[in-house]
């Protein structure tokens, strides 16, 4: 849940920041996407434990699954709205 929570943070200030296009504001939303992966591995030993390796070998599972849902979920989507048109 915390996690979620930062990533919408992150996603948030990210949307707030679009309008500016300046070569220095595209290097922030880089760094912004980029800190959700470190955060939750962080997270993750934190909560759980474990040793290093394992915790990065968990952070990848999850966001490996996470991306696959979200990828199903735009797919399913995208294919409902074409299919209305």
């Known amino acids: 849940m915390h996690y979620h929570a930062f ?3 992150l996603l948030a200030i990210f949307e707030a920041i ?3 296009h300046v070569r220095v504001i ?10 959700l992966y470190p955060y939750l ?3 993750l030993r934190r909560v759980y ?4 390796w394992l915790t ?8 490996s699954i996470y991306f696959c849902f979200v990828l199903l ?3 399913a989507i ?8």
Do not use: D, E, Q
Request: net charge positive.
């Open 49 to 52: 434990g474990g040793g290093r």
């Open 26 to 35: 595209g290097v922030i939303k880089l760094l912004l996407i980029l800190g």
């Open 18 to 20: 679009s309008p500016i």
């Open 41 to 43: 591995t962080m997270a």
């Open 78 to 85: 995208a294919y409902i709205t074409l299919r209305r048109l």
């Open 73 to 75: 979920t735009m797919a």
């Open 7 to 9: 990533a919408f943070f």
């Open 56 to 63: 990065i070998a968990k952070s990848i599972a999850i966001l």
